[in-house]
């Protein structure tokens, strides 16, 4: 089992910046890949951002790359997305996902966290 827990959501202005954590507890030598989705009301849970925790390689969806950055600290167990430039349609609960492959499907995720609300005001 692994458990994730998100935080650092909250409230910003169009233009602002967060930074979302996911720390990483019990068998996380289990999972290498750790991802971002997020999912917006009344929509299915959409990918944002994956990491491969052993080499360090990232993927991003289009809308979030040049605006978006994910990294991890692996003494911490700590997986981080740094968003900057924030629009109004970033606007979702934020989840963190741990998994053996790296993909971009919410099916392919085994653990996932509770979720951190972002909210963009324009």
């Known amino acids: 089992q692994v458990q994730l827990v998100e935080s650092g959501g909250g409230l910003v202005q169009a233009g602002g910046s967060l930074r979302l954590s996911c720390a990483a507890s019990?068998?996380?030598?289990?999972?290498?890949?750790m991802g971002w989705f997020r999912q917006a009301p009344g929509k299915e849970r959409e990918f944002v951002a994956i990491?491969?925790?052993?080499?360090?390689?990232?993927y991003y969806t289009d809308s979030v790359k040049g605006r978006f950055t994910i990294s991890r600290d692996n003494a911490k167990n700590t997986t981080y997305l740094q968003m900057n430039r924030l629009k109004p349609e970033d606007t979702a609960v934020y989840y963190c996902?741990?998994?053996?492959?790296?993909?971009?499907?919410?099916?392919?995720?085994?653990?996932w966290g509770q979720g951190t609300q972002v909210t963009v005001s324009s």
């Open positions: 990491i491969r925790r052993s080499s360090g390689n990232t």
């Open positions: 996902g741990s998994g053996i492959y790296y993909s971009t499907r919410v099916r392919d995720y085994a653990y």
């Open positions: 019990g068998r996380t030598f289990s999972s290498d890949v």
